[in-house]
């Protein structure tokens, strides 16, 4: 009998751990490479990535900030009128001063607002603005020093965080060194999700080397690189965001999609086994 109650438990075991779905991931493409063929077959999602300093007409104040009218502008040159838009704005650095950073704050928040009264309705974020960007400090361990200065850093920026729909911490790479890459991931997003207080939080990543000064930057990194990028992404948070296929220094068009670049084949492989959120709509 009590064989039977044994087998009997184990039996009801097993088919509750089965009936508990797989989490699924979403997976962005902010690529920019000519010929690149329909994605969303395979399951991934566009995602605008819209840089509004581009068309920055001064203040009459000559400040750092627009006239709000410019937000209507900016919703008239965006690729896509709905879905995932993810701001761009490079000039404000959130860490410094308790003052710098309230200004600097203060206008992603205007800036934010305002596309929202401009229409744009669905949801936005800021890339790589939250968490802060301190490599120093996600290399070292939970209970550092260095790490806690760190939350103490972001704690400043929480109302950004709590305003904007998603966080877009960005994760590129600048070397071949994956063991620091992958502690410096891992410790991110963990800061990115403390903020996010249960908000989505996906990562941007890029099969290339970052660094318009760096000796290799740009030189795409090799597919096992790659393919652990994903895997960590995809374990630490709910998606990922690729970006890649900008003109090389000295040209104006962008590189030509590669259907056997290794960064693409390796993507292949771990989209063929993930649960893609995209696929229950």
Same mark, same amino acid.
């Given at each position: 009998?009590? !064989?039977?109650?044994?087998?009997?438990?184990?039996?009801?075991?097993?088919?509750?751990?089965?009936?508990?779905?797989?989490?699924?991931?979403?997976?962005?493409?902010?690529?920019?490479?000519? +010929?690149?063929?329909? /994605?969303?077959?395979?399951? *991934?999602?566009?995602?605008?990535? =819209?840089?509004?300093?581009?068309?920055?007409?001064?203040? @009459?104040?000559?400040?750092?900030? @627009?006239?709000?009218?410019?937000?209507?502008?900016?919703?008239?040159?965006?690729?896509?009128? +709905?879905?995932?838009? *993810?701001?761009?704005?490079?000039?404000?650095?959130?860490?410094?001063?308790?003052?710098?950073?309230?200004?600097?704050?203060?206008?992603?928040?205007?800036?934010?607002?305002?596309?929202?009264?401009?229409?744009?309705?669905?949801?936005?974020?800021?890339?790589?603005?939250? @968490?802060?960007?301190?490599?120093?400090?996600?290399?070292? #361990?939970?209970?550092?020093?260095?790490?806690?200065?760190? !939350?103490?850093?972001?704690?400043?920026?929480?109302?950004?965080?709590?305003?904007?729909? *998603?966080?877009?911490?960005?994760?590129?790479?600048?070397?071949?060194?994956?063991?620091?890459?992958?502690?410096?991931?891992?410790?991110? /997003?963990?800061?990115?999700?403390?903020?996010?207080?249960?908000?989505?939080?996906?990562? =941007?990543?890029?099969?290339?080397?970052?660094?318009?000064?760096?000796? *290799?930057?740009?030189?795409?990194? @090799?597919?096992?690189?790659?393919?652990?990028?994903?895997?960590?992404?995809?374990?630490?948070?709910? #998606?990922?965001?690729?970006?890649?296929?900008?003109?090389?220094?000295?040209?104006?068009?962008?590189?030509?999609?590669?259907?056997?670049?290794?960064?693409?084949?390796?993507?292949?492989? =771990?989209?063929?086994?993930? +649960?893609?959120?995209?696929?229950?709509?």
């Amino acid at each position: 009998m009590k !064989r039977l109650v044994a087998v009997a438990c184990l039996f009801v075991a097993s088919a509750t751990a089965q009936a508990v779905p797989k989490k699924c991931i979403r997976v962005f493409d902010a690529t920019v490479y000519s +010929h690149k063929p329909n /994605l969303a077959r395979l399951g *991934i999602e566009p995602a605008n990535v =819209f840089e509004p300093d581009r068309y920055w007409p001064r203040g @009459p104040d000559g400040g750092d900030l @627009p006239d709000p009218a410019a937000a209507q502008e900016w919703l008239h040159r965006l690729r896509a009128k +709905h879905g995932l838009l *993810i701001l761009d704005v490079e000039r404000w650095w959130l860490r410094g001063s308790d003052a710098d950073v309230r200004e600097a704050m203060r206008r992603y928040l205007t800036v934010f607002d305002w596309i929202r009264a401009a229409g744009y309705t669905d949801a936005m974020g800021y890339y790589g603005a939250i @968490p802060t960007y301190h490599i120093e400090a996600a290399l070292q #361990g939970p209970g550092s020093p260095a790490r806690a200065v760190w !939350r103490q850093e972001n704690d400043r920026i929480q109302p950004l965080a709590d305003r904007v729909d *998603i966080l877009f911490p960005s994760l590129y790479a600048a070397n071949a060194d994956t063991e620091s890459w992958e502690k410096r991931a891992i410790a991110t /997003l963990q800061e990115a999700r403390r903020l996010a207080n249960g908000k989505p939080v996906y990562p =941007f990543l890029w099969p290339q080397y970052e660094g318009v000064k760096n000796p *290799i930057g740009l030189q795409y990194m @090799p597919g096992s690189q790659w393919a652990r990028e994903l895997e960590v992404a995809g374990n630490n948070s709910d #998606g990922v965001v690729i970006w890649g296929g900008i003109a090389p220094p000295g040209t104006e068009d962008p590189p030509r999609w590669n259907d056997s670049a290794p960064w693409w084949q390796a993507t292949l492989e =771990f989209l063929a086994h993930q +649960h893609l959120c995209s696929s229950e709509r």
